[in-house]
Every structure is written in C-alpha cells, then in structure tokens.
C-alpha cells in the first residue's frame, strides 16, 4: 500500500501525463459536455477549433478558459473551471493542440 500510494506521489509531482489527449480528456471528464463533432452541453472540438482558427494565442486563451471556465463565448451556459487536479499541464497543453486542430 505505502509503495503503491509513494508512486502515485511521484507520477504526481513529475506530471506524467496520460497515454494521449484522447484518454486524458476522457478521465478529466472533458467528453461528458463536449464531443468531436456535434454540440453537447459545450460546443464541440470542431467549432471549437474553427472559432480559433488563425489565432496564434489560441492556446493560451484555450488553457486559461479550461482552468478558470466561464461562459458567453459560445453562449449562455458556463463551463466549470478544471483544475491541475483534474487534468495536468501537459495533458492539457497536449489536449488544447488537439482540439486545435480538428
């Protein structure tokens, strides 16, 4: 148990990340609201993609939006802030650069 809890610290403190953006916005919950190419609860990665198209600070915006949340960019309903907790820096630098390039 204690090597098994002393592990988990490590992985923690190193940030390692998920396998790919995919299972890391899986296990952050990402996919309960959004979806690749259909509107959900959020807009979908595809419009998502497209509003942002061109923007060269796009991600930036993008990380900042997933961790703080907000809402009136694509309407009313906000989405609630996601902190490292919930998904790591490099997991989702990793997911932003996906969803960017649907």
């Known amino acids: 148990m204690k090597v098994v809890v002393g592990l988990s610290l490590l992985i923690a403190a190193f940030g390692v990340s998920a396998a790919t953006p995919d299972e890391a916005m899986n296990k952050a919950g990402c996919m309960a609201c959004h979806a690749k190419d259909k509107k959900l609860v959020g807009p979908s990665f595809k419009?998502?993609?497209?509003?942002?198209?061109?923007?060269?600070?796009?991600?930036?915006?993008?990380?900042?939006?997933?961790?703080?949340g907000g809402s009136?960019?694509?309407?009313?309903?906000?989405?609630?802030?996601?902190?490292?907790?919930?998904?790591?820096?490099?997991?989702?630098?990793a997911a932003v650069a996906q969803i960017l390039a649907a």
């Open 72 to 93: 009136g960019v694509f309407g009313p309903i906000p989405m609630s802030p996601n902190g490292p907790d919930k998904i790591g820096d490099a997991d989702l630098k």
């Open 47 to 68: 419009d998502i993609a497209a509003k942002y198209k061109g923007q060269a600070d796009a991600p930036a915006k993008l990380f900042d939006k997933v961790r703080k």
